[in-house]
Nanobody, 131 residues
Framework: VQLQASGGGLVQTGGSLRLSCAFS????????MAWFRQAPGKQREFLTV????????FYADSVKGRFTVSRDNSKNTLYLQMNNLKPEDTAVYYC?????????????????????????WGQGTLVTVSS
């Protein structure tokens, strides 16, 4: 499995961006997929996770109501729509995939928010929000 994140860039406060994560490999529709971010000097932060069908999602409080995760299983692609961006959203954004989280999505409430649980990671895409 390989993941390729894209779509980052420079945006003003209040603006929007859509990130994409292209999945290469078999059975994308079996993986739980997540977005994390890491700001300079900070730990990697969980943002959101989506189940294999796309019918169930979960968000961190910091992005709830502003960010929306989705996936297109026909295109093997994960998305993150980010609206009302703030300077504190500036970070490198990573997509991640894990088969077990996909399989046991509903029962892995804490583990699916833990970066250490994910087997596959994209290279990251930088989002910079100017004030």
């Amino acid at each position: 499995v390989q993941l390729q994140a894209s779509g980052g860039g420079l945006v003003q406060t209040g603006g929007s961006l859509r990130l994409s994560c292209a999945f290469s490999g078999r059975l994308f529709n079996g993986y739980g997929m997540a977005w994390f971010r890491q700001a300079p000097g900070k730990q990697r932060e969980f943002l959101t996770v989506i189940n294999p069908s796309g019918g169930s999602t979960f968000y961190a409080d910091s992005v709830k109501g502003r960010f929306t995760v989705s996936r297109d299983n026909s295109k093997n692609t994960l998305y993150l729509q980010m609206n009302n961006l703030k300077p504190e959203d500036t970070a490198v954004y990573y997509c991640a995939a894990d088969w077990e989280i996909g399989r046991y999505f509903s029962s892995l409430y804490n583990r699916r928010q833990d970066a250490a649980e994910y087997d596959y990671w994209g290279q990251g895409t930088l989002v910079t929000v100017s004030s």
